[in-house]
């Protein structure tokens, strides 16, 4: 909070100001009002000022506020990174000789070795190997993840630590600019661009300002003809003129825009989602249609055992040991999943092998695994390796034709039965989908596989749509053309060849376990590597709109309410024909003038919770949504003018009718 109340005060210098046209007109009335209150020092003329400068510091305020949160994060992850040293080797060779050197002195193209408890010095590819990584310090989760060479997960992020083995890495980023770094810059808000619909609002903004100060303006000459023809009176001083417009001006939404567009980004970063572009932030709001790669995002990636099939006449118990023996010593994710799948089963137990036994590691050649205990062979592998009998293989045909993987297993060369290997859908993703589906997101799985495969997968997670047997080509067309037909598109990947797709998409977001060419080509990663996250993205994109939506709905409705509200107090005295009009019966000119730039300063700081939390995004269409902004924020806004202001003159003059 410290810090926060010094920016806003350090805010308070011109070229600060100038970014927000419509509070810089507030600025400058401040200004004016002083200089006048100099000349004309009166209680009337200072509180007007006071207000008008407690106006400019609750915008400040609530831009202070907002970017507060993300610095607090960008300091916490300066915290994390570190000075650390680096093994750099000339060759790619684990046992060549290396130079240690400072991280901050590697380059692209460097090839570092990194073994057990040392920190990953830059982002980078991994080369060689595969190891367990901690990467709590960047994601927040303290369950580590497998890096390894050759596929969709040989990213690794710069200040996170090898657990176990070790890794040749080949660094992808410059100092400066690794992941770590980008994040922190952009956590900080030090490279927020204001979007294009952010754009369009302040252009809206500053129109309804400059009508409002014509309107302001031409009041003068119709007081002073108003004085003339009377032949007493006086007309409206310059002050009250300033004041008039000030609480005119849509400085409600100009005070809270830039605060709401910031508050956007930090909500997404603490779902441990990082934008690169606050663009895509605003555009996953309008998302209609989202791209999702089956592998890794809609499944875990591995097959893994989903059950077991005994031979007629075979107890699932004796089934499941013997496939438990048969897998103990296979390494493949396939056949570790095998061993929870059968330990769940009541009378399994571990093999004992304290005895003779020899072990057959599953190789591609056999495309079997086994187990010897004492005499006993036990056996698993790929139907076609083994002699299975004819009812065992119409079951494996039957579960292959539905897009899984079926092994045999066999004690002694008698086949037992069947365990059923298939692509695990990730937990929640189905609930995830329909919660899309509500909201009007068209979701399409896109994936290699062939097409029974794809359709069991698809039905199963709950998309609307698949394409199989697709190319990294027709991902990209796919994307294109339904651009074309005016859909925003969304797509989740985390392969090298889901990034051209990636870089076309409208909102793309990569998994951090994903690839270094898809994390580039998108404009989000997920930290957390779950693609049920979209939903999330997506939510945090329709508050912003929504936000933004229901506070300009109420800044205006609050303009034509002040209006109705201080105009009649004002020319009363002028024009006595005006009274049916001061349905408020306010005391005075001044106490309605003050009581206006009152409640005008105070109705900012009373929205800032409101702006950096965010309008509720029910799972709405737009129509509905905009009747519920109308209904809540217009009505309100016109309605808590009138009550705020004429209890502000109640507390100013005691005059209650």
């Known amino acids: 909070m410290r810090d926060t109340l010094v920016q806003t005060f350090a805010k308070l210098h011109p070229r600060e100001q100038l970014r927000n046209p419509v509070m810089f007109t507030v600025y400058l009335g401040a200004f004016l009002t002083t200089l006048l209150g100099f000349g004309e020092p009166t209680p009337f003329v200072w509180s007007v000022t006071l207000w008008l400068w407690a106006t400019v510091l609750f915008s400040n305020f609530a831009e202070a506020v907002a970017e507060g949160r993300g610095k607090a ?292 050649q056999t495309r079997m695994s086994g187990l010897d205990l004492g005499s006993i062979l036990y056996r698993k592998g790929a139907p076609s390796s083994m002699a299975v009998p004819e009812a065992v293989q119409k079951e494996a045909d039957q579960a292959a034709r539905l897009g899984a993987t079926p092994l045999a297993v066999g004690v002694d060369g008698r086949i037992l039965g069947l365990v059923i290997l298939k692509d695990i859908i990730k937990e929640g993703i189905r609930d995830k989908f329909a919660q899309l589906r509500a909201m009007g997101i068209k979701t399409i799985m896109i994936t290699g596989d062939n097409p029974l495969t794809a359709a069991s997968i698809a039905a199963e997670a709950g998309v609307d749509d698949f394409i199989a047997e697709a190319k990294p080509e027709d991902k990209l067309a796919l994307i294109r053309q339904l651009q074309a037909e005016g859909h925003l598109v969304a797509m989740t990947g985390d392969g090298t060849n889901d990034a051209p797709a990636l870089a076309q998409a409208d909102v793309a977001v990569a998994m951090n376990s994903g690839t270094q060419a898809s994390k580039e080509a998108a404009n989000m990663v997920d930290l957390d590597s779950n693609p049920t996250k979209l939903t999330e993205v997506v939510l945090v994109g329709k508050q912003l709109l929504v936000t933004r939506g229901a506070l300009t709905t109420f800044s205006i409705a609050n303009d034509v309410a002040k209006y109705f509200a201080i105009l009649p107090a004002m020319f009363l005295a002028l024009y006595p024909g005006l009274a049916v009009l001061n349905i408020l019966h306010l005391a005075t000119a001044e106490s309605s003038i003050l009581s206006a730039v009152i409640f005008n300063a105070l109705i900012i700081p009373a929205l800032i919770p409101l702006a950096l939390r965010g309008v509720k995004a029910a799972s709405q269409s737009a129509a509905a949504l905009l009747r519920r902004n109308l209904l809540i924020y217009g009505l309100g806004g016109l309605v808590l003018p009138f009550v705020g202001i004429k209890l502000i003159d109640i507390v100013l003059t005691g005059h209650f009718w």
Request: glycine share 8%; charged share 20%.
């Open 73 to 364: 994060q960008a300091a916490a992850l300066r915290k994390t990174r570190s000075e650390v040293q680096a093994k750099r080797l000339a060759s790619p060779d684990w046992e060549a000789p290396f130079t240690v050197v400072a991280s901050t002195s590697l380059k692209q193209g460097d090839l570092v070795i990194v073994a057990a408890s040392e920190t990953i010095p830059a982002d980078g590819e991994v080369v060689q190997g595969a190891a367990s990584v901690d990467e709590s310090a960047v994601t927040g989760e303290s369950a580590p993840v497998v890096r390894e060479s050759g596929g969709d997960r040989s990213s690794v992020t710069g200040g996170t630590r090898v657990l176990s083995d070790r890794l040749l890495i080949r660094i992808s980023a410059a100092p400066g600019q690794g992941f770590l770094d980008r994040m922190i810059a952009l956590v900080e808000g030090a490279q927020r661009q204001k979007t294009p619909n952010e754009i369009a609002l302040t252009i809206l903004l500053v129109t309804l300002t400059a009508i409002f100060l014509v309107v302001t303006v031409t009041l003068w000459p119709f007081s002073l003809f108003a004085v003339q023809q009377a032949g007493k009176g006086t007309p409206l001083g310059l002050v009250s003129l300033v004041a008039l417009f000030v609480c005119l001006a849509p400085t409600t939404i100009g005070a809270l825009l830039s605060a709401i567009g910031i508050a956007g980004m930090n909500r997404l970063s603490r779902v441990n989602v990082l934008a690169t572009s606050g663009r895509a932030v605003e555009a996953s709001g309008d998302v209609d249609t989202l791209l999702l790669d089956k592998t890794g995002t809609i499944t875990y990636g591995n097959r893994m055992a989903d059950r077991f099939v005994p031979l007629e006449g075979v107890k699932l118990a004796d089934l499941a040991q013997a496939a438990l023996n048969a897998s103990w010593a296979d390494r493949t994710p396939e056949g570790r999943s095998i061993l929870p799948l059968a330990l769940a089963v009541p009378g399994v137990k571990e093999p004992d092998l304290s005895g003779p036994h020899r072990v057959h590691e599953f190789t591609a």
